[in-house]
């Protein structure tokens, strides 16, 4: 069977980044937003229009829960990740290390066979 060709890889990129964080504790939107772009060093800069829904598909798939929490006068939506979520994110490390390793196979060169 083919494989199917990637023409939107990178739209996994978002759900990586945020299931990582979430790893490490819970956290709401915006301050993933903010510790995406500091992790990167700007290079990846993702808006709230951008987290908002990937964090509610994420929940609707059991990967994610929520709850509300009042801070400083605000009410805050925290997420963390469940075992669903952690799994998802094993996978998704595999499949990116892979992609990764296929792009620098690429970008080094001269490992292609010529089409004659």
């Known amino acids: 069977m083919a ?3 990637n023409p939107s890889f990178m739209a996994g ?7 990582r964080l979430l790893q490490d504790r819970e956290m709401y939107g915006y301050e993933i937003v ?3 772009r500091a992790e ?12 908002y829904p990937v964090l509610h598909g994420l929940e609707r798939d059991g990967a994610l829960k929520s709850r509300r929490k009042n801070v400083g006068g605000r009410s805050r939506v925290y997420y963390t990740l469940t075992a669903k979520g952690a799994r998802r994110f094993g996978d998704l490390v595999q499949t990116w290390t892979t992609l990764a390793g296929a792009i620098q196979s690429v970008l080094k060169g001269g490992r292609h066979v010529p089409v004659v």
Do not use: S
């Open 3 to 5: 494989r199917e060709p």
């Open 40 to 51: 990167t060093g700007d290079a990846v800069i993702l808006g709230e229009g951008v987290v």
């Open 13 to 19: 990129v978002p759900e990586l980044m945020i299931l």
């Open 34 to 36: 903010q510790a995406i």
